[in-house]
């Protein structure tokens, strides 16, 4: 059974930079795994970031950026807000099959 | 304006059935794969399904294979989850997101999601 592994939380400051991450257990990630990056808040549902590595969404805000790093799908958010406080889902695609990590509660103190 | 509405959620015994519905609106339905996203309470997002644009292509979770059947009506722009011997662990808010053919793009808005709760 394939596994997406994401950090489970993680904290940072206001105005800071943090990057999560996005592990595959079959290897090395890829662009072939077509990573996506999603955010949820409370009660919400999930709202995409990023597509094919590193694509923006028209409505993404600039202060987030995707990419590939050190083998795993990378998430990284510059001069964060407090309104970045939130859930953080990564989806790799296997062949036919998606696989969404378990995700990163982001806590921004 | 974009919408998708899911609906037919509800309270079912373990070894029941329920079928979900996604209405969709403010696009071109049938110029769209679409997926069944779940997620159980206080957990994380999980893959269900997808369904390619005329219905002919069908992939499942491995959790749900030979239970829950992914299917469309492009007339009525409608994309449908019928669930079968449902488990307790079935238990989840269950999403439907589009992807637009040719491309890897999960698009939203998603819907608010419906509720399936599986309980004796």
């Known amino acids: 059974q394939t596994v997406v592994t994401q950090e489970p939380s993680l904290t940072v400051s206001p105005g800071g930079t943090v990057t999560l991450t996005c592990a595959s257990s079959?290897?090395?990630?890829?662009?072939?795994?077509?990573p996506h990056w999603f955010q949820q808040k409370p009660g919400q549902p999930p709202r995409a970031l990023i597509y094919s590595t590193s694509n923006k969404h028209s409505w993404t805000p600039a202060r987030f950026s995707g990419s590939l790093l050190g083998g795993k799908a990378a998430l990284t958010l510059s001069g964060v807000q407090p309104e970045d406080e939130a859930d953080y889902y990564c989806l790799l695609y296997y062949g036919g099959a998606w696989v969404f990590g378990g995700g990163t509660k982001l806590t921004v103190l | 304006e974009v919408q998708l509405v899911e609906s037919g959620g509800d309270l079912v015994q373990p070894g029941g059935s329920l079928r979900l519905s996604c209405a969709a609106s403010?696009?071109?339905?049938?110029?769209?794969?679409m997926h069944w996203v779940r997620q159980a309470p206080g957990k994380g997002l999980v893959w269900v399904s997808r369904i390619n644009t005329d219905g002919s292509r069908t992939t499942y979770a491995d959790s749900v294979k030979g239970r829950l059947t992914i299917s469309r009506d492009n007339a009525k722009n409608t994309l449908y989850l019928q669930m079968n011997s449902l488990r307790v662990e079935d238990t989840a808010v269950y999403y439907c997101?589009?992807?637009?053919?040719?491309?890897?793009?999960?698009?939203?808005?998603w819907g608010q999601g419906t509720l399936v709760t599986v309980s004796s």
């Open positions: 079959t290897g090395a990630v890829t662009s072939g795994f077509y």
């Open positions: 997101a589009r992807v637009k053919s040719g491309s890897d793009e999960w698009r939203d808005p």
């Open positions: 403010g696009f071109t339905f049938s110029n769209y794969w």
